[in-house]
């Protein structure tokens, strides 16, 4: 029996992909799976709409290989297998590449992010796939347009479908409107094989990021649904009032 958190993040994922139209027939979704808790529930999730979707659609995982184990490997073809999702662990040089482009006061998580996404794209096209499916969360959405807001002078999230710039592929995000904190009870509940990311250096993330993090925390102990206003308030731009 699905839990409430389940049956919640079930709806929420649904009428978002509906509203959006991010998922069509015939579609080919190539999702980014990380290991961590974010994409582990994109699969699980799109892989019950798989089941029961009218809309016929292909799903497939993939993992850009930043020096996993052995055994984190094994977990991962295992528990696709038995959620009947594809898998392909395609190796990618990311760490070389970072270590030649990084420069100081460059993020090693942010370059990291983007050369993923590069590999991810090209993954798509080697592996015959219209679409790529990642597993970011309402919290990103926000923090990520706080981080822009209070650092960069500008207003910019990340859109639920997003054309890429190759013209080939379509990004999506169906968990935009999921709390990061339920993504965590699912990853508990299903069991699914959470693994770390092996570069070490994760625990160094972004101290803008975790500023938004604590920030949004102790605005929600005084107002719950601040997350929720200030994704809302993206969909909802008021141009003439703006600058």
Request: hydrophobic residues 40%.
């Amino acid at each position: 029996m699905s839990s409430r958190t389940e049956k919640h993040l079930n709806h929420l994922i649904g009428k978002l992909i509906v509203e959006r139209q991010l998922i069509a027939q015939g579609d080919k979704i190539l999702i980014g799976l990380s290991g961590g808790k974010d994409s582990w529930t994109l699969c699980y999730f799109l892989s019950k709409f798989q089941e029961k979707s009218p809309i016929k659609f292909t799903i497939a995982a993939v993992t850009l290989d930043v020096g996993y184990s052995e055994q984190a490997v094994h977990d991962i073809r295992t528990k696709l297998t038995e959620l009947n999702i594809d898998y392909h662990f395609v190796t990618a040089p990311i760490q070389q590449i970072i270590e030649e482009k990084l420069t100081p006061g460059t993020s090693t998580c942010s370059l990291c992010a983007r050369m993923r996404r590069a590999f991810l794209y090209k993954a798509a096209k080697d592996l015959g796939f219209n679409k790529i499916a990642l597993g970011h969360h309402k919290d990103d959405f926000v923090e990520t347009i706080l981080m822009n807001m209070f650092y960069h002078g500008r207003i910019k999230g990340m859109p639920a479908k997003l054309k890429a710039q190759n013209g080939l592929h379509e990004l999506i995000r169906p968990l935009l409107t999921c709390e990061e904190e339920m993504i965590r009870e699912i990853a508990t509940e299903q069991k699914l094989p959470v693994v770390t990311c092996p570069c070490g250096k994760c625990d160094l993330a972004s101290k803008d990021r975790m500023r938004m993090k604590n920030l949004l925390k102790e605005l929600e102990k005084k107002t719950k649904g601040v997350k929720t206003s200030i994704q809302s308030a993206a969909q909802n731009i008021i141009a003439n009032h703006m600058w």
